[in-house]
């Protein structure tokens, strides 16, 4: 929720023009009166985090784009959330089979939300629960939703992977370095604190110390070239670093509000099988 919210902040207190539009996600949501008031919306303090955001999705976006008119027709987004890409980009996600896995109750509530905001659930969108911890794998769930593993596909994970163990990880790239010839995982993965800009390394704790409180802890933190390593060790043919400076450079230069992701942050894995 708080990831659509500042998806939605976005719009609102950033300079035009915005990298992402995305208001499906409020709308879902909900808040009530006062949420842009809340200590974690505030627009100045988290600006970068913010940018951050917007940055990977639009990056995602545009990659689904570049595979899609490649010929590819799967696109599996695990740990999907809020994901709105569906409702916001229906002529390109009408070429796709879209597949959004996550844990069984906020899908549940996601569905239900979709039918009463109007948008429903189309025949190409297929919510896929996994009741992580019960066990279920997110592997045999896309199967039993229609996934074909024949065909190419792009897998996108972001925003997930430091709350996952190394071996999961690893789990996980090697099941997606197993797929038809021609697929592609873009991840997001986080640097060691140490690693942040000293102006936001305190942010950053304090992001840290949040999430552990919650009961959802940082556990997973790589260097790129660890992550790097990693992804080719579980199969990949080509692998390639993307960093800060690339988003930056691509989504953000030119701004007349400064706004840019933190460097040394989160940061994303692109694999090729």
């Known amino acids: 929720m708080r990831v659509a919210l500042w998806r939605a902040l976005h719009l ?3 300079a035009a023009p915005p990298v992402l539009e995305d208001l ?8 009530p009166e006062g949420w842009r008031n809340r200590p974690d919306m505030h627009p ?4 970068p985090f913010r940018a951050a955001i917007v940055g990977r999705a639009r990056f995602i976006e545009d990659l689904v784009a570049e595979r899609a008119a490649a010929g590819v027709a799967q696109y599996v987004i695990l740990g999907a ?3 709105s890409f569906a409702q916001r980009r229906p002529q390109l996600a009408s070429r796709l089979t879209i597949f959004e896995v996550d844990q069984a109750g906020p899908q549940v509530w996601k569905r239900q939300r979709l039918i009463e905001c109007g948008y429903g659930v189309r025949d190409g969108l297929r919510l896929v629960p996994v009741d992580f911890e019960a066990g279920e ?6 199967l039993a939703a229609g996934f074909d593993s024949a065909k190419p596909a792009l897998v996108a994970s972001t925003g997930v992977s430091m709350y996952l163990t190394h071996a999961a990880i690893a789990a996980t790239l090697r ?9 592609t995982f873009a991840m ?5 604190i140490e690693m942040s800009e000293p102006a936001l390394r305190p942010a950053m704790e304090l992001a840290a110390k949040g999430a552990a409180a919650r009961g959802t802890p940082f556990i997973s933190f790589f260097r790129p070239a660890e992550m790097l390593d990693l992804a080719r060790a579980c199969g990949f043919r080509e692998v390639r670093h993307v960093s800060a400076d690339d988003i930056t450079a691509r989504y953000f230069a030119g701004r007349s509000d400064g706004l840019r992701p933190p460097r040394n942050a989160e940061e994303l894995l692109v694999a090729e099988t």
């Open 44 to 47: 100045q303090f988290i600006a």
């Open 12 to 14: 609102e207190v950033d």
């Open 175 to 183: 099941q997606v370095a197993a797929l038809a010839p021609g697929s």
């Open 24 to 31: 499906v996600g409020l709308e879902l949501v909900a808040p």
């Open 137 to 142: 794998s997110w592997w045999d769930g896309l």
């Open 188 to 192: 997001s993965f986080l640097l060691p």
């Open 81 to 83: 959330g809020l994901d």
